[in-house]
């Protein structure tokens, strides 16, 4: 099991620290939160999950682009 924090995350995807935390948020991306203490956590994710999330991100891409090619 391969874990990625979300600064490593972030430079994968090309995004910023907050946007990984948001599709976090959004129910996008998984992340197995872990205490830290003083109530702080840290975010891991499964590099498998991150690489479906990019191959997923890929696809929708090229949709977009051939439907703007047919307008």
């Known amino acids: 099991m391969d874990l990625l924090t ?3 995350v972030a430079q994968i995807l090309g995004i910023t620290p907050d946007s990984v935390r948001y599709h976090e948020r959004k ?3 998984l992340a197995i939160k872990v205490a830290r203490g003083g109530g702080d956590f840290q975010r891991l994710f ?3 999950d991150i690489e479906r999330f990019q191959r997923l991100r890929a ?3 090229v949709e977009r682009d051939v439907e703007a090619s047919h307008v």
Request: glycine fraction near 8%; proline fraction near 0%; aromatic fraction near 0%.
């Open 46 to 48: 499964l590099r498998e």
């Open 59 to 61: 696809e929708k891409s």
């Open 27 to 29: 129910g996008h991306i």
């Open 6 to 8: 979300t600064n490593r």
